[in-house]
């Protein structure tokens, strides 16, 4: 069994950068995989980034792609999203995950996940 839970949100100005991270607590096996994802208000929860825990390559949706950085410490069994060049519709609750199987080509789908955190909030003002 996995626990994850976020911390790092918060409000910011557009343009500015936040750090959210995501301990786990329990055995993260190397064949897994973890993601961060966001939900607006009103709106699904999308993909933002996702990568393996060990190696691998890492994915971005396109609307974080260059700004946005996903990376880990795999001693502190710990997951970070670093979010630079921030802007309002990147506003949400954001969730990290992780999944026991490699998603594959499917990193984006919120279904490939097993565990998932609480969420926390980022505003960003305009």
């Known amino acids: 069994q996995v626990q994850l839970r976020e911390s790092g949100g918060g409000l910011v100005q557009a343009g500015g950068s936040l750090r959210l991270s995501c301990a786990a607590s329990?055995?993260?096996?190397?064949?897994?995989?973890m993601g961060w994802f966001r939900q607006a208000p009103g709106k699904a929860r999308e993909f933002v980034a996702g990568?393996?825990?060990?190696?691998?390559?890492?994915y971005y949706a396109d609307a974080v792609k260059g700004r946005f950085t996903i990376s880990r410490d795999i001693a502190k069994n710990t997951m970070f999203l670093q979010m630079d060049s921030l802007n309002p519709d990147d506003t949400a609750v954001y969730y990290c995950?992780?999944?026991?199987?490699?998603?594959?080509?499917?990193?984006?789908?919120?279904?490939?996940?097993?565990?998932w955190g609480q969420g926390t909030q980022v505003t960003v003002s305009s």
């Open positions: 995950a992780a999944a026991a199987n490699d998603p594959g080509s499917y990193y984006y789908n919120r279904y490939q996940y097993d565990y």
């Open positions: 329990g055995q993260i096996f190397t064949g897994y995989a």
């Open positions: 990568r393996r825990w060990i190696g691998g390559s890492t």
